[in-house]
Every structure is written in C-alpha cells, then in structure tokens.
C-alpha cells in the first residue's frame, strides 16, 4: 500500500509540473498552435488534432470525414506571420490571433482566427469574417480562366461579395469546402448581379478565336464583341450561357446574333 509520504510526494511532484507549465503566457501557447495549424498539409491531422468540435460542427456539420476528405488544407500554404495576439484578462481559454500568408498558394492572405484552450491544448476554433473575406478576395484576383478572369468580372464580383453579410459569406465557404455543385450555383447567383460585365465576358469568350485564327481584322472583333455584348445583356443570355444551359432555343439565338453581328460588322 502507498504510504502517505509517497502520496504527498506525488501530489507535489504533479504540483510543481502544473506550475511550470503555467509559466508560458496564453499568448505565446496560442500563436505556436496557430503557427503550427496554418502550417499543416496533412487534412487528417488538421481535423482530428487541431481544431475543435465546435469548429467540425459549424464547417462540416460535425462529419469528421467531411472534414479529412475536404479542401480546408492544401499543399505549398505558404508562410504564416502572426501580426497580433489578444487574450482577454477575463477569459485566458480564449485567444484572437491575426495573421498573414507570405508565398505559397496562399500568398496574401491575412485576417484573423480564433483559437481556444481545451484542457492545456490551443485549437483553432473558428475562422473570422476579415479572415474569409480575404480568402475571396485572393481568390477572385487569381482566376486566371473563365469568366470571372475578365477584370470587370473580378471588380463586379468582388463588390457583389462585399456586399453579403457575414452568415452568407460564411455558407458560401464551407459549401466550396464541401459541396462544390451548390457553392457553384450561389457563385453564379452572384455573376448574374453583374450583367452588362458578364456579357462583355461572354462575349469575349466567343469572340476570343477570331484574332487568333487570323481570319478577322480588329476591327471586326472589336465590333462583333460589342455586337454580342449588348444584345447578350439585353435578351439576359448570360446566366444560361455560364451554366450551359444552351438549348435548342438558345443556339437559334445565338445563330440569329451572330447573322447579325457579320452583317453589322463587315462594313459597307
């Protein structure tokens, strides 16, 4: 049996370990963790050791395996820089840090997270809304394809993001983590708010080729693009066109447009 002496012992020895462990200051433990977190390419990792169960819940609806099999991390994230970290006096189990992304894929990035402290450990805990708004920010200046690759497209967009409030914004991030066809769907929604833009890109687009096939001057592109701007706009072609929601009906259209357009453009 343990004597009284060996308990006190322990109980000592247990004592003076909880007493050097407090002499790290909650701000130093929360930005090694956030360091650390903002670092990891490994999903597993990241989701069964890093973050906390409210934070699987509110991203992933509690799905762990969401979690794993999700985009939440990703290769070459870059180099995180932690600006700031605030604990309050009140609440030492809970720590806001700010940080940005240096090179990477992530390069650009900044904002701030959220982190708590369960049972001695800092997990992340929640992304903050500057924290989202600046991964869509850095991701509409990098498409580089597409329709939204066009700079008014990227302008419209960006305006027509800032314009959400905080729980769309947050919806839209978790469903392009986890549920690409409607987080597609709500992208579109939002470049159907910019519709003389989305026409002047779909436009492009189909008029792209001419220049290259060397077949049309300049000036014909030029005037096809305006051409098929205006009257896209117009007739509202463009949601269709981004979905590919091009139907029989649709194609008649384009047809009629572009008997148009050549007759337009082709000078007296």
């Given at each position: 049996m343990r004597s009284a002496i060996?308990t006190?012992?322990?109980?000592?020895?247990a004592?003076?370990?909880a007493?050097?462990g407090s002499d790290?200051p909650?701000?130093?433990?929360a930005r090694?963790?956030?360091?650390?977190a903002?670092k990891?390419e490994d999903?597993?990792?990241?989701?069964?050791?890093?973050?906390?169960?409210?934070?699987?819940?509110?991203?992933?609806?509690?799905d762990l395996?969401?979690c794993?099999?999700s985009?939440v991390?990703?290769?070459?994230?870059?180099?995180?820089v932690?600006?700031?970290?605030?604990?309050?006096?009140?609440?030492?189990?809970?720590?806001t840090?700010?940080?940005?992304?240096?090179?990477g894929?992530a390069d650009g990035l900044?904002?701030h997270v959220?982190?708590v402290?369960?049972?001695?450990e800092?997990?992340?805990?929640?992304?903050?809304t500057?924290?989202?708004?600046?991964?869509?920010d850095?991701?509409?200046?990098?498409?580089?394809e597409?329709?939204?690759?066009?700079?008014?497209?990227?302008a419209c967009m960006g305006?027509?993001l800032?314009r959400?409030?905080?729980?769309?914004l947050?919806?839209l991030?978790?469903e392009?983590m986890?549920d690409?066809?409607?987080a597609e769907?709500?992208?579109i929604?939002l470049?159907e708010?910019c519709?003389?833009?989305l026409?002047?890109?779909?436009?492009?687009e189909?008029t792209?080729?001419l220049?290259?096939?060397?077949k049309?001057?300049?000036?014909?592109?030029r005037c096809a693009?305006?051409e098929?701007?205006?009257f896209i706009?117009?007739?509202?072609?463009?949601p269709?066109l981004i979905r590919g929601?091009?139907?029989f009906?649709?194609v008649?259209?384009?047809?009629g447009?572009?008997?148009?357009?050549?007759?337009n453009?082709?000078?007296p």
């Open positions: 060996t006190a012992l322990v109980l000592l020895a004592l003076a370990l007493a050097c790290t909650p701000e130093e433990e090694e963790a956030a360091l650390v903002a990891t999903p597993k990792v990241f989701c069964r050791e890093m973050v906390t169960a409210r934070f699987i819940d509110e991203v992933f609806d509690g395996k969401a794993i099999e985009d991390v990703e290769e070459n994230p870059g180099k995180p932690i600006t700031t970290v605030v604990v309050p006096e009140k609440d030492e189990t809970k720590a840090v700010g940080m940005r992304i240096e090179g894929k900044s904002g959220l982190l402290d369960e049972d001695g800092w997990l992340l805990d929640r992304f903050e500057d924290y989202l708004r600046s991964i869509f850095i991701s509409i200046d990098r498409v580089d597409g329709i939204v690759a066009y700079d008014s497209m990227k305006q027509q800032d959400q409030g905080d729980e769309f947050r919806t991030t978790w392009s986890s690409q066809k409607t769907e709500k992208t929604g470049a708010k519709p003389g833009p026409a002047e890109a779909v436009a492009d189909i792209g080729g220049l290259e096939s060397g049309s001057s300049p000036a014909f592109v693009r305006d098929f701007a205006g706009e117009l007739l509202d072609l463009g269709d929601k091009v139907d009906g649709t008649a259209v384009l047809e447009l572009a008997a148009g357009v050549r007759k453009c082709s000078g």
